[in-house]
């Protein structure tokens, strides 16, 4: 994987360090300025979970474009590290609450507070995406009554998913790379 960067923002043109070793399968820079082309000027003074950080790219793109705070969990230590490293990088860290968690098991909890995006990006083939959407969908308190959980999978990986407080609004597709947009139901 090649260098990552920061796309648009107060850290335009930055480059993020990775996550040492293979645990981790950070965002491409099209499919990250694909995602912030959708959510567009919503981010500006957004709040975001950013699940299964890695590297922190796509929380920190967000940050760079306006958000007013992100929270990044990640179980990985070297994440965590990372994470810290390119938040101090960026100057980001302000507004950035790092914590090294288990997301699955934090997403059981009642919520401590709403937020406007929720991305999730975990490892794949092994159904952790399904898995944090169902959870959102039985705390629906995790989101904004008009926020959006985003999930990034694998194409391979998608396939219905019965919810009853949250649906599916839009998909995209860039190469080996999915994006599913979910929302409160109305």
Same mark, same amino acid.
């Not at 994987?1 to 099209?30: Q, Y």
């Not at 990372?82 to 980001?92: A, D, G, S």
């Not at 999978?153 to 998608?158: A, N, V």
């Given at each position: 994987?090649?260098?990552?960067?920061?796309?648009?923002?107060?850290?335009?043109? /930055?480059? @993020? !360090?990775?996550?040492?070793?293979?645990?981790? /399968?950070?965002?491409?820079?099209?499919?990250?300025?694909?995602?912030?082309?959708?959510?567009?000027?919503?981010?500006?003074?957004?709040?975001f979970l950013d699940l299964f950080a890695g590297t922190g790219g796509v929380g920190i793109e967000a940050l760079?474009?306006?958000?007013?705070?992100?929270?990044?969990?990640?179980?990985?230590? /070297?994440?965590?590290?990372?994470?810290?490293?390119?938040?101090? @990088?960026?100057?980001?860290?302000? !507004?950035?609450?790092?914590?090294?968690?288990?997301?699955?098991?934090?997403?059981?909890?009642?919520?401590?507070?709403?937020?406007?995006?929720?991305?999730?990006a975990p490892p794949q083939y092994k159904g952790i995406w399904a898995e944090g959407l169902r959870h959102i969908?039985?705390?629906?308190?995790?989101?904004?009554?008009?926020?959006?959980?985003?999930?990034?999978?694998?194409?391979?990986?998608?396939?219905?998913?019965?919810?009853? !407080? @949250?649906?599916?609004?839009?998909?995209?597709?860039?190469? !080996?790379?999915?994006?599913?947009?979910?929302? @409160?139901?109305?």
């Amino acid at each position: 994987m090649s260098a990552i960067r920061v796309i648009a923002g107060t850290a335009r043109g /930055r480059r @993020l !360090n990775l996550v040492p070793g293979d645990s981790t /399968r950070p965002i491409t820079d099209r499919v990250k300025e694909n995602l912030f082309n959708i959510i567009g000027r919503h981010i500006v003074r957004s709040t975001f979970l950013d699940l299964f950080a890695g590297t922190g790219g796509v929380g920190i793109e967000a940050l760079s474009r306006g958000a007013a705070y992100v929270r990044f969990l990640d179980l990985d230590r /070297r994440a965590i590290e990372t994470i810290r490293e390119n938040l101090e @990088l960026t100057r980001l860290e302000e !507004n950035a609450e790092v914590l090294q968690r288990d997301a699955l098991a934090v997403l059981q909890n009642e919520p401590d507070r709403p937020y406007d995006f929720i991305f999730i990006a975990p490892p794949q083939y092994k159904g952790i995406w399904a898995e944090g959407l169902r959870h959102i969908d039985a705390r629906p308190g995790w989101l904004e009554h008009d926020g959006w959980a985003i999930a990034q999978i694998d194409p391979k990986e998608d396939a219905p998913l019965p919810l009853e !407080n @949250l649906e599916l609004f839009d998909e995209r597709k860039y190469g !080996n790379t999915k994006l599913n947009f979910f929302r @409160l139901k109305e």
